[in-house]
């Protein structure tokens, strides 16, 4: 009788086998529940991020402003002062990076990846020069002369930088007016390259990527620019 009961208390192997059937769904559904790891954050956290860190400074700006307003210089000044820079120097620099990543990833979405990657430089570089700016303002630094001082720093990288910064803003002309797309077949007449018929393949921070039938050539984004630009009647996509 006990090893009848003890026959009839065991669980056979196909029990066993159910058992441990189910545990492993219920453990697969589990991990499947779970987000994989390194996803990158969603556009709309990105913006809250990038926006609260830019009112975490300028909220320093305000306290520094309308402290020195109501009390004047006093020994607690370079204190608040020392405080208060750190705080909108940390806080610029992550919300220009998260801001300019919010709006390269948005325009990314509407136009192209070069569109984004080009805002997404020019924003950051406007973003650190006012985060500079306004730190050197909170530390008594005259603004007239920081404008000054900018202004020629400005124009000496201008001249420098002619040709870099002409396809740079060149690029933004081209991705925003779009008188052509990538992958369409157009004709290029410009007194540099002459006549040319080619497809595109892509459009970059300094050059247009063009198929030609001798090649792959690449072409500044300023000489594109000037250049008068057609549409062939080949459809769009057709390689050669």
């Known amino acids: 009788m006990a090893l009848g009961l003890e026959r009839q208390q065991s669980p056979t192997g196909k029990q066993l086998a159910t058992k441990n059937d189910e545990g492993s769904c219920v453990g697969s559904k589990s991990m499947a529940r779970k987000k994989p790891r390194g996803t990158p954050p969603t556009l709309t956290s990105v913006w809250l991020h990038g926006i609260v860190a830019g009112l975490i400074g300028v909220a320093a700006i305000i306290v520094k402003n309308e402290l020195d307003r109501r009390h004047g210089l006093t020994p607690h000044s370079s204190v608040v002062t020392w405080i208060t820079v750190p705080i ?67 124009v000496v990288l201008g001249i420098a930088a002619q040709q870099s910064l002409g396809n740079i803003f060149a690029s933004l002309v081209l991705l925003f007016a779009r008188p052509f797309s990538v992958g369409e077949h157009i004709r290029i007449r410009s007194g540099t390259v002459g006549v040319l018929d080619a497809w ?27 250049s008068g630009i057609g549409k062939l009647d080949t459809p769009p996509n057709r390689l050669p």
């Open 88 to 154: 909108l120097l940390i806080a610029g620099i992550y919300a220009v990076g998260r801001l300019a990543d919010a709006m390269g990833r948005f325009l990314a979405r509407r136009s192209s990846e070069a569109a984004g990657a080009v805002v997404r430089l020019v924003a950051t570089g406007v973003g650190y020069l006012l985060v500079l700016i306004a730190v050197f303002a909170l530390l008594g630094v005259s603004l007239g002369h920081l404008i000054i001082g900018f202004g020629l720093a400005g």
């Open 200 to 226: 595109v393949l892509g459009i970059g921070l300094t050059y247009v990527t063009l198929q030609t039938e001798d090649g792959l050539l690449k072409v500044p984004n300023s000489v594109i620019l000037a």
